[in-house]
T-cell receptor
């Protein structure tokens, strides 16, 4: 399995531009999570989906942030317009549904993608 | 709101030392506590703990949970430079999906 795939790996953009981050979760995982990591605030959960449905978006900072999951194998996180304070590493993670019936090491272990390092100038 | 506090924030030790990392938490309807190691890239899973008093071990790393006092420790014996990383603690509560609340992490540096 290729693991969680994120693109791009690095993004440098100017303030005011739209940024779209992409994620492909591990096949068969039913939960998908978007995190933001900064030195000051650590790893913060932005939003998570279960079976493609947004469950909790209370971590989304403001209306400039939006996330979609049109199908089980793809999700996007969009920032429009971007601001310098959005600069961070954005991680996507996926997890199997707890009662999926499959034998996992941990029923709610999350598998992280390599992250997208976003710099907004 | 679930909360996780890790200590110390950072730590520098010499190779061969033993270290103990702490994680305390407040969570409604606790389900599990997880430890992750983050080097340069994404966090990687170390342990999941659900029951008090049962030690989980993997090589030189071990962890234990105290659900009465609401904390966990991660021990690393005979540290090596490859153990240098940020160690993240996270908790989950019961619910429909595997939402995790993370602490800010402990940055461990192991020197020669």
């Amino acid at each position: 399995d290729a693991g969680v795939i994120q693109s791009p790996r690095h993004e440098v953009t100017e303030m005011g531009q739209e940024v779209t981050l992409r994620c492909k979760p591990i096949s068969g995982h039913n939960s998908l999570f978007w995190y933001r990591q900064t030195m000051m605030r650590g790893l913060e959960l932005l939003i998570y989906f279960n079976n493609n449905v947004p469950i909790d978006d209370s971590g989304m900072p403001e209306d400039r942030f939006s996330a979609k999951m049109p199908n089980a194998s793809f999700s996007t996180l969009k920032i429009q317009p971007s601001e310098p304070r959005d600069s961070a590493v954005y991680f996507c993670a996926s997890s199997p549904t707890p009662f999926s019936g499959r034998a996992f090491r941990s029923h709610n272990e999350q598998f992280f993608g390599p992250g997208t390092r976003l710099t907004v100038l | 709101e679930d909360k996780v506090v890790q200590s110390p924030l950072s730590l520098v030790v010499h190779e061969g030392d033993t270290v103990t990392l702490n994680c305390s938490y407040e969570v409604t309807n606790f389900r599990s506590l997880l430890w992750y190691k983050q080097e340069k890239k994404a966090p990687t899973f170390l342990f999941m703990l659900t029951s008090s008093g049962i030690e989980k071990k993997s090589g030189r790393l071990s962890s234990i949970l105290d659900k009465k006092e609401l904390f966990s420790i991660l021990n690393i014996t005979a540290t090596q430079t490859g153990d240098s990383a940020i160690y993240l603690c996270a908790v989950s509560n019961t619910g429909t999906a595997s939402k995790l609340t993370f602490g800010t992490g402990t940055r461990l540096q192991v020197t020669l």
